[in-house]
């Protein structure tokens, strides 16, 4: 039970600081997103443009042919291959991380697949350096093909982000009662139907939110999408780091604009589905 206190002007700064640390860097990049090149990194800084423009957006959205004729800031590729690609793998792995993480944790919390040591060597292999973990995946997806193909980063980040999804679906499934499944088996259910007909559809929101954290996860990974993939394949992390010129150096309003983009749709998600975040994290706090 919480009791409502007036805040102390100290309380009041450092829940100022706090929010402005939190929301400062969104605040820049979309500055930077809006900037033409001389204020990219002038001195003293340009917090918000007098002169605002869209030709960063225009570099990552417009190619070097069609924008030939305008000022759009000059890169080599655009950012479309690197959108559809970090789309594609992102979704797909998260529901395959997903669906083994459910059918995994159902078999931990309810049938104690493996004993108590199961969970615990599952997270194991987050316990390691990714880079530790990105070599043998070369070596082995080298042998079998799967090197800069969408397959091969698929069953990566599906393999990088398992453990979290198992962790965090158990501990849903682990606070629902489990008497509800046996009362469907009484009325005739077998074990598959209960699960399906109620345990799953009761931990809906521990589902959805748990998602938006492994796709975030899978959106916002570098290290693999580097290591992993060559020409054909290309995600938004790695495509921000190829927006680097001759003359101008780093184009951080191109890195800017490409980074609000890959922003937005987790923006949009999260606000389409935020009835279950709440639901989904708050999952368990009321004693049973």
């Not at 980063?153 to 849903?172: D, E, G, Q, R």
């Not at 010129?245 to 987790?266: E, H, K, W």
């Given at each position: 039970?919480?009791?409502?206190?007036?805040?102390?002007?100290?309380?009041?700064?450092?829940?100022?600081?706090?929010?402005?640390?939190?929301?400062?860097?969104?605040?820049?990049?979309?500055?930077?997103?809006?900037?033409?090149?001389?204020?990219?990194?002038?001195?003293?800084?340009?917090?918000?443009?007098?002169?605002?423009?869209?030709?960063?957006?225009?570099?990552?959205?417009?190619?070097?042919?069609?924008?030939?004729?305008?000022?759009?800031?000059?890169?080599?590729?655009?950012?479309?291959?690197?959108?559809?690609?970090?789309?594609?793998?992102?979704?797909?792995?998260?529901?395959?991380?997903?669906?083994?993480?459910?059918?995994?944790?159902?078999?931990?919390?309810?049938?104690?697949?493996?004993?108590?040591?199961?969970?615990?060597?599952?997270?194991?292999?987050?316990?390691?350096?990714?880079?530790?973990i990105a070599i043998p995946f070369l070596v082995m997806f080298n042998s079998i093909g799967l090197i800069d193909t969408y397959i091969g980063l698929i069953l990566c980040y599906a393999a990088f982000t398992?453990?979290?999804?198992?962790?965090?679906?158990?501990?849903?499934?682990?606070?629902?009662?489990?008497?509800?499944?046996?009362?469907?088996?009484?009325?005739?259910?077998?074990?598959?139907?209960?699960?399906?007909?109620?345990?799953?559809?009761?931990?809906?929101?521990?589902?959805?939110?748990?998602?938006?954290?492994?796709?975030?996860?899978?959106?916002?990974?570098?290290?693999?999408?580097?290591?992993?993939?060559?020409?054909?394949?290309?995600?938004?992390?790695?495509?921000?780091?190829?927006?680097?010129?001759?003359?101008?150096?780093?184009?951080?309003?191109?890195?800017?604009?490409?980074?609000?983009?890959?922003?937005?749709?987790?923006?949009?998600?999260?606000?389409?589905?935020?009835?279950?975040?709440?639901?989904?994290?708050?999952?368990?706090?009321?004693?049973?």
């Amino acid at each position: 039970m919480f009791v409502s206190k007036k805040m102390t002007w100290w309380a009041w700064v450092a829940l100022a600081a706090a929010l402005f640390f939190a929301t400062f860097p969104i605040f820049w990049i979309t500055s930077t997103a809006f900037k033409p090149s001389t204020e990219w990194v002038a001195v003293p800084p340009v917090w918000i443009s007098g002169q605002p423009t869209l030709d960063n957006f225009s570099a990552v959205f417009i190619s070097q042919a069609d924008a030939a004729n305008t000022s759009v800031t000059s890169v080599s590729e655009t950012g479309w291959r690197a959108i559809i690609g970090s789309l594609i793998i992102s979704i797909c792995a998260t529901i395959l991380s997903i669906s083994v993480g459910l059918a995994a944790s159902l078999a931990i919390s309810r049938y104690k697949f493996g004993g108590t040591s199961t969970p615990l060597m599952i997270l194991s292999g987050r316990m390691f350096p990714p880079i530790a973990i990105a070599i043998p995946f070369l070596v082995m997806f080298n042998s079998i093909g799967l090197i800069d193909t969408y397959i091969g980063l698929i069953l990566c980040y599906a393999a990088f982000t398992l453990p979290f999804s198992v962790w965090m679906i158990k501990s849903f499934i682990d606070d629902l009662p489990k008497e509800i499944e046996e009362a469907a088996m009484i009325d005739g259910l077998t074990r598959i139907q209960a699960h399906f007909k109620f345990t799953i559809p009761l931990i809906r929101g521990g589902l959805i939110s748990t998602s938006l954290f492994i796709f975030i996860l899978n959106w916002s990974e570098f290290l693999f999408g580097l290591v992993l993939t060559a020409k054909d394949v290309v995600t938004i992390p790695v495509q921000l780091s190829k927006y680097f010129a001759a003359t101008a150096g780093q184009l951080y309003g191109v890195q800017a604009a490409l980074a609000v983009v890959a922003v937005l749709p987790l923006i949009v998600i999260g606000y389409f589905i935020q009835t279950h975040l709440v639901r989904g994290l708050t999952f368990g706090a009321v004693k049973r």
